[in-house]
């Protein structure tokens, strides 16, 4: 009994709003946009359309995109209330802490250290492949140096995807202040570059390439349960808004500013991906679209060679531009865990930019190394798997958020209460069995690691335990 209440000892919002007072508020809504959009738009919409197409969907990737957004619409209700009520640094890590108790935010900080290190990763192999792409007329990068480890292929690293990473990093210590309109003004052009794409790909459409819309079951893959399968492994492309709530602590009026932030940026990703599928899909029969850069692909197999050419730095700028705001969202969530003492090396302190330097290493070296050893196809799916979990339990946190009297909860609140927390913890959970045996399998070990981590670790140097 003793341990139960030690390791489901609540965190209180009061010690956490001293903890992050330091973080300089910078952030208004315009610039949550443009980090939200920013972190939305990018693999998303120029790579897992294609392949998700290609493997599982067909066609119908259209309608796997459409649920993926409505119930990411739900979750992200869930996030906008537990952001205006929490505004601390941490996200659903944090929001575990004070609502659920240590272990249950350990667990949520784990699934996130899961979810946005690898979808940085991810990303950065995608944005290795469209940039090999974009100066192969002129240069080629050695076949050791150009792909994740794998000696019977003949590669090594992807240097390039490691060298993204450091560029990143780079850029965020400056601190956020300084690079924040640089995000934002790539951010108008990537989604100019989007535009550009719907729009000439459109003439280029062929009836026939649509036929049929869901193809027969087939090889584990396509018809209605193809589409589902799908819908779990695009939510990938939706991580940004939940990224977002990990810099509640640097915006200025949160309870405003943060819904505002998470409903805008998922509806105008939600438009986007669906035009992008569908023209795609459109263009090219799907069964071609399993490559690494699908949309420059279509443009070329259509004589657009210009319009690639401007496509995949379009894709360079949007892939880019995901990177920054998760791998920002991956520095506050190592601050987070750190300020409460579970993770060494003072993790949790913040210089005088007052930006979390520390964490933001730790988080940059990590990150390189998997983007530069490990494939993109695993990293993408187990990616899913942190994300839903933490889509879930954030979820049904809002029960336990309205019944605290000790919150000062006068902010935006989801409807429907509790009927629509219950619903979008259903959906996070049933598309959590849609992933892949190996896929969960895979995070059920890395949560084994997380549990020992924390009892070994965490709970003996826990800040919360210590008082």
Not at 178 to 192: A, C
Not at 248 to 263: L, S, T
Request: hydrophobic share 55%.
């Amino acid at each position: 009994m003793q341990l139960l209440k030690r390791i489901f000892k609540k965190e209180t919002l009061s010690n956490y709003m001293q903890s992050d007072q330091h973080f300089a508020k910078t952030l208004g809504a315009k610039d949550l946009l443009g980090l939200g959009i920013g972190a939305v738009i990018g693999t998303g919409i120029f790579i897992l359309p294609g392949t998700v197409a290609a493997t599982t969907a067909g066609p119908g990737v259209v309608i796997s995109f459409i649920l993926a957004a409505l119930i990411s619409g739900l979750v992200a209700m869930a996030y906008s209330e537990m952001a205006s009520a929490l505004p601390v640094a941490g996200s659903a890590y944090s929001y575990g802490n004070i609502i659920f108790g240590e272990i249950i935010g350990w667990i949520l900080g784990w699934a996130l250290i899961l979810e946005y290190f690898l979808a940085v990763a991810a990303v950065a192999t995608g944005w290795s492949a469209y940039f090999a792409n974009l100066v192969r007329p002129i240069f080629k990068m050695p076949q050791a140096l150009a792909g994740s480890f794998n000696p019977g292929q003949g590669t090594y690293v992807d240097l390039v995807a490691v060298l993204i990473v450091l560029c990143l990093a780079v850029l965020l210590s400056g601190g956020m202040k300084e690079s924040k309109r640089f995000q934002n003004v790539m951010v108008l052009v990537k989604i100019g570059i989007i535009i550009l794409f719907v729009v000439v790909g459109f003439f280029y459409i062929k009836a026939n390439n649509y036929q049929p819309f869901i193809p027969a079951r087939a090889h584990g893959a396509y018809g209605i349960k193809g589409i589902l399968t799908g819908t779990a492994m695009v939510f990938f492309a939706f991580l940004g808004f939940d990224a977002l709530s990990s810099s509640a602590a640097e915006v200025k009026n949160p309870k405003k500013n943060m819904p505002i932030g998470i409903f805008g940026t998922l509806a105008i990703a939600a438009l986007l991906y669906a035009a992008v599928a569908f023209v795609l899909t459109g263009m090219m029969n799907y069964r071609d679209l399993n490559v690494a850069d699908p949309v420059a692909l279509a443009l070329q197999k259509v004589g657009q060679n210009g319009v690639a050419l401007i496509i995949t730095i379009g894709a360079l700028i949007g892939m880019f531009t995901m990177m920054y705001t998760m791998l920002y969202a991956s520095s506050r969530l190592v601050y987070a865990i750190g300020r409460d003492g579970l993770l060494p090396g003072k993790l949790g302190q913040l210089n005088q930019k007052e930006e979390p330097r520390r964490a933001l290493v730790v988080a940059t070296v990590i990150v390189a190394l998997f983007a530069g050893f490990v494939p993109l196809d695993r990293l993408v799916d187990l990616v899913n798997m942190g994300t839903l979990l933490a889509f879930m339990v954030v979820s049904l946190g809002i029960i336990p958020l309205r019944k605290r009297k000790d919150l000062n909860h006068d902010g935006y609140k989801m409807p429907w209460y509790p009927i629509l927390p219950l619903v979008a913890a259903g959906f996070s959970f049933f598309l959590m069995t849609q992933l892949r045996l190996d896929t969960l399998v895979a995070a059920a070990i890395w949560f084994v690691i997380g549990l020992i981590i924390y009892f070994t670790y965490g709970m003996r140097h826990s800040k919360l335990n210590s008082n």
